[in-house]
């Protein structure tokens, strides 16, 4: 028998399909493929942020929920329950969870295309601040735009490393305005739906109880966090129409079949395909609003509390105090965000995160694999990385010039490291007490009149870096004295020589990569004290088993650029190929071979041998990156493996081209690119279906 709604409102007769069978074949399922795919890349602060959304949207809609029940504003067949808490089957109680944890999941993966929270924070804050910045445009340099900011009268970073003014009243209202008239706009919704639409048994009743429900809510995430959702709109939509339209689907099938059923006289009469209520639509819709809503909000006051250096401390706080911390920061206005004694983090941020989305696309892929706190840091070892080898690169300054430089740096991370600011002009009185992690070190950049904005902004960033994470200072130096290599004119004259330089120049980089990785995972600046305490092994000892793979797999890479850049390399008077790897024969010269490649005159010959020096490297390479493979990856935490797999498999497309390269007989390619398709490959083969990743 169908079912029927009686004239009193009672839902009788058999449906087609239960509300138990809708969760069991439909919703259910969708949101365990939701979870399956999304399973790489969900960290700790999403599954965090997925059970707070859960929780809340659990104790918020249920006694809304049987309020209208009892009102008549939907029913379903007490027969076809599994049972019922007041008014409310358990079945609903249930979507109640399903609907949140599906869009959250959702949410998280449209997200993850776009830019961290902590970037997105940084653009509302400047905007706050009266400063309007060039938005991504996804080609080009674009830190360039960020850095005429730097050049301009109304620059990011000052000559002292500021960013902006600080807020006036005045500026901090005329930004205001996205989110004063949200709130205004939805004030006027609730009047209207509490005073016009909410009288019981009206046809308006369900459409009225719905808004009221659902926008005191909706004003209060809005003056939260208003500017900081605008500022991501697009994605948001994608984010809220997915799920609404999936559940109106749903919706309009389950009505059809009879697992529920909306009672008409407290509609007001509109439907879509038939019989799928307007009342409907807009629930679907404005609970995916709250929780996306919802979910950004929570991203915002995670990076407040990166900024203010409580996100990882707080790990270890008792949740009482984790409270608090998270209340205090989701209030901070966004003008306040960044604390006032390290005003330049944000611009610094803005220039880092450019500066690798534009430098590497590879590393940049991969890096959005991490959690985005700690790909903040990653960014900002990536910009001290390139800054500096930009320096030992820039053919328009003598060498002298350059080795200056790269010693003012050192001179200035020798004592922002060991805490000393008093190296850089500070005032006595600034040096009362050593630097805290929460107070970094106040340099008067006017003191370093010898480097950049962009270079002392990068010097700043993996000075935090240190503050926060305890990065040792000895890669960065072993970095630099690889600069100072190519500064010298060095030869590389053998396979050890090879080897050291790769060391210096990107073993370093997978150091200082996996010290960061160390410490996010433990919790710890000195991890590997905490490592020995767990395993009664020696801290040294610990640290070595975890970081000398990620040095072979730092030295594996680089030769690989090596086996790609000869002829780049040769055109900048370098040569990083041992002797051993070209012809020993009496009249071969790699003296005139550089001469050739220099000036683009290879023969058929050259060629050949440059095909034959390539694999001689890539064969190395892979020796290296295989060992780093077996020895250390599997050391890392689970969260970690795959975005360092994904990175070391999309540089390993290098040597496959070089191979194929060789094997067709075509020149030596003097430009290497991995195809996006490639690289997205190797993401989906690394995460879903390695072993110890997915």
Sequence with gaps: MPVVITAEGQVTG????????????ITLPILATLAVVARPFLHRMDLIKLAFLATVAFAYTTPWDNWIIAQGAWGYCPTCVVATVGYVPVEEYMFFVIQAVSAGILATLVFLSGPSPLHVLARVTFAARGR???????????????LAHVASDRPILSSKGQIAAPATSDNVAARSWTRILGVAFLSMVLAVAATQWLAIGARTFYLGAILVWAV???????WI????????????????A???????AVDWYALGAGAWSIMPATTVGIHFFGHLPLEEALFFFVTNVLL???????????????????????????????LREWVRCTLLADYAACPTQDPAWLGDLLVATELIRNGSRSFHLASKLYPWDLRTDVHAIYAFCRVTDDIADAETMSRESRRRKLDVIEKLLRASFEEDPKVFGAADSDVAKPATRSEPIHVDWSTVPDLTALQ??????????????GLPLAPVLDLLRGYRWDLDQRPVTSVDDVIEYSRYVAGTVGEMSTHLMMAAATGSRTWPNVLAQATSRAPASVAKDVLGPAIEMGVGLQLLNIARDMVTDARLGRVYVPPDFFPKRNSFSRAALVDRMAQNDLTPVDHAVLHAAAMDLVS??????????????????????????????????????????????APYPERVVVSSAAKLWAVVKIMYLSPTVA
């Excluded at 996804?138 to 960020?146: F, K, N, V, Y």
């Excluded at 002392?456 to 994470?469: E, I, K, N, P, Y």
């Excluded at 390479?621 to 360092?644: C, D, H, I, K, Q």
Aim: with cysteine; aromatic share 8%.
């Design 216 to 222: 005191p809510v909706l004003i209060m995430l809005w």
């Design 132 to 146: 309007v910045l060039p938005e991504p445009s996804g080609r080009g340099c674009e830190h360039a735009s960020l």
């Design 225 to 240: 966090a208003g500017p900081f959702i605008w500022a991501q709109r697009r994605r948001a939509a994608v984010a809220i």
């Design 292 to 322: 996306v809503f919802g979910l950004l909000t929570c991203d915002r006051t995670f990076a407040i509390m990166k900024l203010q250096g409580t996100l990882a401390a707080s790990k270890s706080w008792p949740w009482s105090a984790q």
């Design 242 to 248: 997915i799920p609404t339209l999936y559940l109106c």
């Design 620 to 665: 190395l390479a892979n020796s290296y990156l295989t060992r780093a493979e077996n020895a250390g990856v599997n050391r890392l935490p689970r969260a970690f493996r795959g975005p360092v797999r994904v990175a070391s498999a999309v540089y390993a497309q290098i040597g496959d081209a070089l191979r194929a390269a060789a094997a067709s007989g």
């Design 14 to 25: 058999v449906p087609a399909m239960t509300y138990m069978q809708v969760h069991q074949y």
């Design 456 to 469: 002392q902004s990068a010097c700043r960033s993996l000075v935090r870096v240190h503050r926060q994470t």
